[in-house]
């Protein structure tokens, strides 16, 4: 209980005091205009007040991550508490505060695009489709996850292609809509819901007199049942993704710069919005710690369920909030994977219309490029969502280590020292991502001390080519 109140204390202390001075390295100024203002078209350029887009961006980025991804997660122990807190205060925050506020400065422009600025046009373009297949794999995965939810709470009369059916209809409106009609207008509801949800089973989990297990030299080390194939490094830094740090997010951040009237909002929305959600992935590891007596009775269920954190959500929720309660929470928990995916998919719309240069004013432009998206979405919701999952969560990774990697250029750019808010978590997550791709089933399956040189040396060569041009930008 001592180390999750001193995690959420050090949350909360990162945004009051961290995220002051990365706005002081940007120089907010709540003078100049933003492009919600300048470029208004009453479709994705449209200013909203910030209360709202934080509602917005917080939905947009708590999809399953921070609920899926801490749970399993939490199968390491304690040591997940670390990683969540320090991963977003000085990674995920960083990374999302940044992001949202260079496309501020440049237009609105997707992060693609700023990719392109601050890395090259070659590393935009690989970059532009990187991040088309990442978002459709995004909105799969928030297709799947949440329709399995949703046939729990019907199995008898409506199952899983139903729910995948309905929430298509739903992505395809949100996608085509301007952003305030749909949005814009439900996605405060579901973030309250979200929110209550995390507070209702936090409460009832104390309540009852679950233990949460603190981080002590003794816990300090890892619980996995299978030690030897998920290692703390580098796999519980790629499965605990969103309530840490997620590329994700980056691709979220440009929709509401579009909508920001201030740039003085933008660290209550972009880095606040990171550490709400970091509160809630340590609510649900703290629930997959405790709930089942421990790290060895999570493992054993996760075992037991194939990895299905659902079912965890479920009998979690029932059990501690009774059945209306329950179904409440469970549909807290739906809302955050479908306002998500619904945001992947137009954040992919928005990126190929970036591309190919073409309005997306004109309903005709946005329908030319909605329909292949969903075609190709509908096709990916047939493939094992556990294979999906994890394709998901490396392509997440890697693609929040090259924006930290831009925000690094960026700041080097500014000729100070500044550089070093992102370079050293630029330089981890490079080892994370390298030695993951190498280790795992999903990529080369190499031996431990073999997959960790090979991560070691690419972080060794990712800093001294960013030393060399260091010295050559002075």
Known sequence: MITFIISITALLSGYAFYSKYLERVMKADPERPTPATTLQDGVDYVPMPWWRVFLIQFLNIAGLGPIFGAIAGAMWGPVAFLWIVLGTI?????????????????????????????????????????????????????????????????????????????????????????????????????????????????????????????????????FHHDKESFPIFPMMFITIACGAISGFHATQSPLMARCLKNEKEGRKVFYGAMVTEGVVALVWAAIGMSFFSGMKGLNEVMIAQKGNAAWVVNEVSYSLLGTFGAVLAILGVVAAPITSGDTAFRSARLTIADLIKTSQKPIRNRLVITIPLFAIGFLMTRINFDVIWRYFAWANQTLATVILWTITVYLCQKKNRYYLITLIPALFMTGVVTTYIMLSPEGFSLPNPVSYSIGLFFVMLTLTLFLIYKKKSR
């Open 90 to 222: 000085f990674a995920g925050g960083v990374q999302d505060y940044f992001s949202g506020m260079l496309s501020l400065r440049h237009n609105g422009k997707s992060i693609t695009e700023i990719i392109g600025v601050y890395l090259g046009k070659y590393a935009k373009q690989i970059m532009r489709i990187f991040i088309i297949v990442l978002l459709i794999l995004v909105g799969a995965v928030f297709i799947s996850g949440p329709a399995g939810l949703l046939a729990g709470l019907t199995p008898e009369s409506l199952d899983f292609n139903f729910w995948v059916w309905v929430i298509f209809i739903y992505y395809i409106l949100a996608t085509l809509l301007p952003i305030d009609k749909i949005i814009g207008k439900i996605y405060p509801v579901f973030g309250f819901a979200l929110l209550f949800m995390a507070t209702s089973l936090i409460t009832a989990l104390l309540v009852k007199g679950y233990h949460i297990p603190e981080l002590t030299a003794e816990n300090f080390r890892n």
